[in-house]
């Protein structure tokens, strides 16, 4: 098992080509639940997936209940990162079988989503602002996971296990 990244209909090209070279470069797999604002192509993700396209491990699915389907089937626990939790992302339990899920840049998630998910959590910032871009976010929470699981370990002795 491994921990994975969920992207729930991303808006933003940039972002998702971040996220994809972070799961390329952590050894992390990425999904892409569409439909997305924009057309997942190499072009579209270049400028921030760079030459780590290749490398990224990127799962699509149709549409989120595609997704819940192959999670349930493959027993995951789903974590959903939030500006709507009061559960702070660095005082959770982490396990190798997670998938952090990331909402859309301009909406988050649906209601029904966030319902679906086993976990909620939220990175604790200064009083009065919102969010983070989701990138930086889906980076911050993945590393303490990676560190809670032992992933950077076996990064560093140079096993880098593969879904």
Known sequence: ???????????????????????????????????????????????????????????????FAAFQEWRRSAEKRLVLLTTKSSQSAFAVQ???????????????????????????????MQSGLRSLNVAIAGAMVLSEAMRQTGRFTSLAQGSNPQP
Do not use: K, W
């Not at 998702?16 to 797999?29: I, K, N, S, Y």
């Not at 982490?94 to 959590?121: K, Q, W």
């Open 94 to 124: 982490y396990n190798e079988n997670d998938i952090l899920m990331l909402g859309r840049e301009s909406a988050g998630v649906p209601d029904a989503v966030a319902e679906a998910s086993d976990l909620r959590v939220r990175i604790p």
């Open 1 to 63: 098992m491994t921990l994975e990244l969920a992207l729930y209909q991303p808006d933003i090209a940039a972002n998702t080509g971040t996220l994809l070279r972070l799961g390329a470069c952590m050894g992390v797999p990425v999904h892409v639940i569409h439909p997305a604002g924009f057309a997942i192509t190499q072009r579209n993700l270049a400028r921030s997936g760079m030459d780590y396209l290749d490398r990224a491990n990127l799962v699509e699915h149709d549409s």
